[in-house]
């Protein structure tokens, strides 16, 4: 129903940056809200950050405020992460996801997943 792919993963320096990018098609108007979610190896899945259809909401995990800025385009139905101050703790396998509703969004659960894209960041 909603395809996602990631793009922009890549090897980074401690203190660079990096802008991922989600490209999403299929029955877009079905979705509600966005997200961005990342796993590091040997851990759970993390909920980085999330936005509304509309752009005016937003949500960050603590560990990324200040650092990490979410948007959209939807006019051309992409989603991004811009990604500042990066540190070796971000290293993760990032994920975007669309929720099928409001009602889903607001509880942070999404219907479709991209299939991830690798951020390495050294130290």
């Known amino acids: 129903q909603v395809q996602l792919v990631e793009s922009g993963g890549g090897l980074v320096q401690a203190g660079g940056s990096l802008r991922l990018s989600c490209a999403a098609s299929?029955?877009?108007?079905?979705?509600?809200?966005m997200g961005w979610f990342r796993r590091a190896r040997g851990k759970e899945r993390q909920f980085v950050a999330a936005i509304s259809r509309s752009g005016s909401i937003r949500y960050y995990v603590d560990s990324v405020k200040g650092r990490f800025t979410i948007s959209t385009d939807n006019a051309k139905n992409m989603v991004y992460l811009q990604m500042n101050s990066l540190k070796p703790e971000d290293t993760a396998v990032y994920y975007c996801a669309a929720a099928a509703g409001r009602d889903r969004w607001s509880r942070n659960e999404y219907d479709y997943w991209g299939q991830g894209t690798q951020v390495t960041v050294s130290s």
């Open positions: 299929g029955r877009t108007f079905s979705s509600y809200g």
